[in-house]
């Protein structure tokens, strides 16, 4: 059972908590929404997947922004009550960070494994899902990079497309003349294709970017000469390079955390430590969060806000260059990321001894 001053405490977090998520919750779905409209406008994403992209990425942004929102609720719950003396008739009643800790840790463990479980299980699902709706929607959007009743040139201009038109979903392009240079332009004869219809496809394994002509006829041979090959074909699938879209990258995101667990690559390694690290530090920022709350009744209303605020963001900072140095091997995997956690669970001692020491120094005077 929760003792009247448990409830007390969890509802002043609680609702520093749901507002802190809230914002920080509208703040990055606004600018991702941005990004994906800006896309949309340009013709690289078509706009019905904008809205199925924005509920991925709401889960997504959920586990790793709710250890910094109850951190922070805890810090702006607790401080609102030092500034107004309510922890200083507390503490007369014996109320220290023993009887605080109790409902802040229990609250902080279930969120902790709730976020484990999402961070290590659903959140690879939902990051693959994501990827895979935007190759999709990038498929279908870039084959109106060829455009219709002109011709479009790729491999540095060895190969010539021109499509009469698009077909009324945009997918597909209809009647096609394609022509391909050979890489030796003396000696490898050119093809040209003709084709009734094609769609872009990309290879899940290689990334490589395919346009696949349907019902079409293939000439190869030089000009001049009567050595031609002509072919027949159902489908037939000629490589591409489309501007400014890089290859397929491996995504350690998107792995599950069972193959990680398996895995040697350093990638791999630092991603699972990586999820681990999520439900671990919802408790070391529980732990941070109490001393760092403590402030004067003189100091302003979001002084002791600042100082958390700060400590949290290096916190963060130093996980994302641990986690570059892992990968770039400055430093071992057996290290990792785990002497992060471990020199703010020190930092945590640290500032409890500084207040104790403050304490008994005005009990004295």
């Known amino acids: 059972m929760l003792r009247l001053i448990d409830r007390y405490l969890l509802r002043e977090v609680f609702l520093g908590w749901f507002a802190i998520t809230l914002i920080l919750w509208l703040i990055l779905i606004s600018?991702?929404?941005?990004?994906?409209?800006?896309?949309?406008?340009?013709?690289?994403?078509?706009?019905?997947?904008?809205?199925?992209?924005?509920?991925?990425?709401?889960?997504?942004?959920?586990?790793?922004?709710?250890?910094?929102?109850?951190?922070?609720?805890?810090?702006?719950?607790?401080?609102?009550?030092?500034?107004?003396?309510?922890?200083?008739?507390?503490?007369?009643?014996?109320?220290?960070?023993?009887?605080?800790?109790?409902?802040?840790?229990?609250?902080?463990?279930?969120?902790?494994?709730?976020?484990?479980?999402?961070?290590?299980?659903?959140?690879?699902?939902?990051?693959?899902y994501g990827d895979r709706i935007t190759r999709?929607?990038?498929?279908?959007?870039?084959?109106?990079?060829?455009?219709?009743?002109?011709?479009n040139t790729v491999r540095g201009g060895r190969m010539t497309f021109y499509a009469e038109q698009l077909s009324e979903d945009k997918k597909n392009m209809e009647n096609l003349f394609v022509y391909i240079q050979g890489k030796n332009r003396h000696e490898d004869p050119p093809q040209v294709i003709s084709a009734a219809s094609a769609y872009r496809m990309t290879d899940s394994k290689t990334g490589d970017e395919y346009v696949v002509l349907v019902d079409g006829t293939l000439h190869e041979g030089k000009p001049g000469?009567?050595?031609?090959?002509?072919?027949?074909?159902?489908?037939?699938?000629?490589?591409?390079?489309?501007?400014?879209k890089p290859r397929n990258k491996y995504k350690s995101e998107t792995v599950p955390t069972r193959e990680l667990l398996k895995s040697d690559n350093l990638v791999d390694v630092v991603e699972l430590q990586w999820r681990l690290s999520v439900p671990l530090s919802v408790i070391v920022l529980v732990l941070l969060s109490v001393p760092v709350s403590r402030v004067s009744p003189r100091t302003g209303r979001y002084g002791g806000v600042v100082m958390a605020v700060l400590l949290f963001l290096v916190y963060d900072n130093l996980l994302g260059m641990s986690r570059i140095w892992v990968e770039q091997g400055v430093i071992p995997p057996a290290?990792?990321?785990?002497?992060?956690?471990?020199?703010?669970?020190?930092?945590?001692?640290?500032?409890l001894n500084a207040n104790r020491l403050v304490c008994r120094r005005r009990r004295r005077a």
């Open 31 to 128: 600018h991702r929404m941005v990004r994906y409209l800006a896309q949309a406008a340009v013709g690289e994403l078509p706009g019905n997947v904008i809205f199925v992209l924005l509920g991925v990425k709401t889960l997504w942004l959920l586990v790793y922004i709710m250890p910094f929102s109850l951190a922070l609720g805890i810090v702006m719950g607790l401080g609102r009550m030092y500034r107004d003396n309510e922890m200083a008739a507390l503490g007369a009643c014996g109320v220290g960070p023993p009887q605080l800790y109790r409902p802040l840790l229990a609250i902080g463990i279930v969120v902790a494994v709730i976020l484990g479980w999402m961070a290590l299980y659903v959140s690879p699902g939902i990051v693959a």
């Open 136 to 151: 999709e929607a990038e498929q279908k959007a870039d084959i109106s990079l060829f455009g219709a009743g002109r011709f």
């Open 225 to 244: 000469e009567g050595a031609y090959r002509i072919m027949q074909f159902r489908q037939q699938g000629v490589r591409v390079e489309l501007p400014g």
């Open 335 to 351: 290290i990792g990321l785990w002497w992060v956690h471990l020199v703010f669970i020190a930092l945590v001692f640290v500032l």
